[in-house]
T-cell receptor, first 115, second 113 residues
């Protein structure tokens, strides 16, 4: 158990809809990262938050947004969903801002299916 | 552009043998490399890392080799066990850390009894 909690584990929705994925980092970790894992793209970095502020941005679509709350949990919002958004979405956390070590602690993921 | 790719998508080894998983990277600015293991139904798990000023690093039953000349990374697993069955990802970074990790496509390691 990595200590990172993601909900929901599975989600099925329709095209055009909006969903919110939730992540609770390990106790004491200030950084939260979101990754998308799909069969054709592998693991893709989306965005990182550190102590409530956005710190790094990857290949995140404009239809997607995220935030980190004062209690350090994070939410990833996916809107105007398309079939291609079907994927596993992972949250990971680290103690610091992400410098000095590449050790991330990943949750078990939220599997999104868009029909 | 940045691209971390793996030479072999699947690798089958006999239990007890050594496994070697390879990875090629293309970003010459990458200065830090990490191997992750992902078991079925779980998130990736950190195995070992290496910085660009090193060419070899050893952990418990694992060794990572870095050849910057040919931009090649490998993970060696000694005495492979059934619990080693997983998908292995290499990842590269140019930030000396976890920010903006670029993951390769992954190699599935299966263990034959």
């Amino acid at each position: 158990d990595s200590g990172v909690t993601q909900t929901p584990k599975h989600l099925i929705t329709a095209t055009g809809q909006r969903v919110t994925l939730r992540c609770s980092p390990r106790s004491g970790d200030l950084s939260v990262y979101w990754y998308q894992q799909s069969l054709d793209q592998g693991l893709q970095f989306l965005i990182q938050y550190y102590n409530g502020e956005e710190r790094a941005k990857g290949n995140i679509l404009e239809r997607f947004s995220a935030q980190q709350f004062p209690d350090l949990h994070s939410e990833l919002n996916l809107s105007s969903l398309e079939l291609g958004d079907s994927a596993l979405y992972f949250c990971a956390s680290s103690v610091g801002v992400g410098r000095g070590t590449g050790e991330l602690f990943f949750g078990e993921g939220s599997r999104l299916t868009v029909l | 552009g940045e691209n971390v790719g793996l030479h072999l998508p699947t690798l089958s080894v006999q239990e007890g043998d050594n496994s070697i998983i390879n990875c090629a990277y293309s970003n010459s600015a990458s200065d830090y490399f990490i191997w992750y293991k992902q078991e079925s139904g779980k998130g990736p798990q950190f195995i070992i890392d290496i910085r660009s000023n090193m060419d070899k690093r050893q952990g418990q039953r694992v060794t990572v080799l870095l050849n910057k000349t040919v931009k090649h990374l490998s993970l060696q697993i000694a005495a492979t066990q059934p619990g080693d069955s997983a998908v292995y990802f290499c990842a590269e970074s140019y930030t000396q850390g976890a920010q903006k990790l670029v993951f390769g496509q992954g190699t599935r390691l299966t263990i034959n009894p």
